[in-house]
């Protein structure tokens, strides 16, 4: 069962790496600005730098996400609860990545711990007052990113057009850098959180309310950036390419609000999602 547990984490945190983390770099693959390859081993050490920073800086979107709901009580049946939990996910992340759909694995983690929980102790196991900043998150994340990507390009697209393509492809990379070590900043911690929620359920010792552990946050990082490059080229194109259909100097704009809306939303506490954000500022 604790090998079970663990492997259902890993593999939850690898399909967000595969599903979630491309949507970061998709603006600067579809503009033609870096290969698929380049950016997806730039975004995993984005990925790991910005798990391990906003770790260290207090982790406060862990905090969050720890306190949603009580599993580390409930002995065999927590365990099975929260594996339902990160394979329900996976199957449901696996399920969308095959149909080209963009999803948020943070939304749905949230989600399966909320029906886990309901069905592990019923309501007792949820602390409903915790969910305030989930929904805050959820909707501005998307007003947020939408906002900083309209407002951004109107008032930086006429100096970008004019910087040229090689400047504008630097922009671009900065953009997609900065945006991916949030994307590290944000997911990392949710689920370097759970890594260590997993650990105090198997050794029987109480979960940190402190911060996540750093280790937890750069094998989370690991898992991401290998789910990356294994396979994130079909959320690229169905967010970058179908969606919508960029130029260079959107691509920047749009690259720099959402890291900038996940660097606010961060510091803030709230769990968001980089796929709603980035999707958001590209519209």
């Known amino acids: 069962?604790?090998?079970?547990?663990?492997?259902?984490?890993?593999?939850?945190?690898?399909?967000?790496?595969?599903?979630?983390?491309?949507?970061?770099?998709?603006?600067?693959?579809?503009?033609?600005?870096?290969?698929?390859?380049?950016?997806?081993?730039?975004?995993?050490?984005?990925?790991?730098?910005?798990?391990?920073?906003?770790?260290?800086?207090?982790?406060?979107?862990?905090?969050?996400?720890?306190?949603?709901?009580?599993?580390?009580?409930?002995?065999?049946?927590?365990?099975?609860?929260?594996?339902?939990?990160?394979?329900?996910?996976?199957?449901?992340?696996?399920?969308?990545?095959?149909?080209?759909?963009?999803?948020?694995?943070?939304?749905?983690?949230?989600a399966g711990m909320l029906g886990s929980s309901l069905a592990l102790d019923g309501e007792s196991a949820v602390r409903w007052q915790d969910w305030q900043p989930v929904l805050a998150g959820l909707f501005l994340s998307i007003g947020l990113g939408f906002l900083l990507g309209w407002s951004g390009y109107r008032l930086a697209g006429p100096v970008l057009r004019r910087l040229g393509e090689k400047r504008l492809s630097g922009w671009q990379k900065i953009g997609a850098a900065a945006c991916a070590a949030m994307h590290g900043g944000q997911d990392g911690q949710k689920f370097a959180v759970m890594l260590g929620l997993v650990w105090s359920i198997t050794a029987k010792v109480p979960p940190s309310a402190s911060r996540p552990d750093p280790i937890a946050a750069a094998l989370c990082a690991a898992a991401m950036g290998l789910g990356t490059l294994c396979g994130g080229r079909r959320i690229i194109q169905k967010t970058a390419v179908e969606m919508v259909q960029i130029d260079k100097s959107q691509g920047a704009a749009a690259d720099l609000a959402s890291a900038g809306a996940l660097l606010v939303l961060s510091f803030m506490g709230l769990p968001v999602s980089t796929t709603h954000t980035k999707t958001a500022a590209l519209v």
């Open 1 to 110: 069962m604790r090998l079970l547990l663990f492997f259902s984490v890993l593999a939850l945190i690898f399909v967000n790496g595969w599903t979630d983390a491309p949507n970061a770099i998709a603006g600067v693959v579809a503009t033609g600005s870096m290969p698929y390859r380049a950016a997806a081993w730039m975004a995993g050490a984005c990925n790991l730098a910005g798990a391990l920073l906003f770790c260290l800086l207090g982790g406060q979107v862990a905090r969050t996400i720890l306190n949603l709901a009580a599993f580390s009580q409930s002995g065999k049946s927590g365990f099975c609860a929260l594996a339902g939990c990160f394979l329900s996910v996976v199957l449901f992340a696996a399920a969308a990545w095959f149909w080209g759909i963009p999803t948020s694995e943070s939304h749905g983690l949230m």
